[in-house]
């Protein structure tokens, strides 16, 4: 089945550790989004890839970076530069061509600061 | 820049009555695409319904409907037969025509009564 795979699903940090989310899409979607998650302030954009090789920054991208080597995959990386790293984050893809559809998401990692 | 707002942070209704969930948004522009989706305890994000903003007709799947108003910038989905699963966070989302970028609502958190 196509989908999009998130790990860990559940990771902790200790303060000035970098730290990576995996994000794998089989879905053949030329976009992928991160999205952190926090009570009462919905879905913030933190960094999108339309191509390969190519992303651009959203919202939120300040403490984070991300890659895109492959269509497949686009991990994304909470640096020590993130002072409140504490969150839900979601992975999610679409097709360009399909706007009238919405996103497709993984399950999501949820990562403490220890 | 385009905002969605959910002015209902809580919602509760009984098993088996209606529920309407309020959403507005902010907009120059005529051709989009609204959504709504529902975050279960398991923090899946699923897509519940979609609404081209050039329909006039109100989109409906099975027991979810909307309620849409172009030129009052409103999208309300209505749940019917509310059912124990129907408890989740519900998200309104926004997407421009020729865009990828998704815009959410901060949510409602609904609860079902038996």
């Known amino acids: 089945d196509g989908g999009i795979t998130q790990s860990p699903k559940y990771l902790f940090r200790k303060e000035g550790q970098n730290v990576t989310l995996s994000c794998e899409q089989n879905l053949n979607h030329d976009a992928m989004y991160w999205y952190r998650q926090d009570p009462g302030q919905g879905l913030r954009l933190i960094y999108y890839s339309h191509i390969v090789n190519d992303f651009q920054k959203g919202d939120i991208a300040e403490g984070y970076s991300v890659s895109r080597e492959k269509k497949e995959s686009f991990p994304l990386t909470v640096t020590s530069a993130q002072k409140n790293p504490t969150a839900f984050y979601l992975c999610?893809?679409?097709?360009?061509?399909?706007?009238?559809?919405?996103?497709?998401f993984g399950s999501g990692t949820r990562l403490t600061v220890v | 820049a385009q905002t969605v707002t959910q002015s209902q942070p809580e919602m509760s209704v009984q098993e088996a009555e209606t529920v309407t969930l309020s959403c507005t948004y902010d907009t120059s522009e005529s051709d989009y695409y609204l959504f709504w989706y529902k975050q279960p305890p398991s923090r899946q994000m699923i897509l519940v319904i979609r609404?081209?903003?050039?329909?006039?007709q109100n989109a409906t799947e099975n027991r979810f409907s909307v309620n849409f108003q172009k030129a009052a910038k409103s999208f309300s989905l209505k749940i019917s037969d509310s059912q124990l699963g129907d408890a989740a966070m519900y998200f309104c989302a926004y997407r421009l025509l020729g865009t990828d970028k998704l815009i959410f609502g901060t949510g409602t958190r609904l609860q079902v009564f038996p």
């Open positions: 999610a893809s679409s097709s360009l061509g399909a706007t009238s559809y919405g996103y497709t």
């Open positions: 609404q081209e903003a050039y329909k006039q």
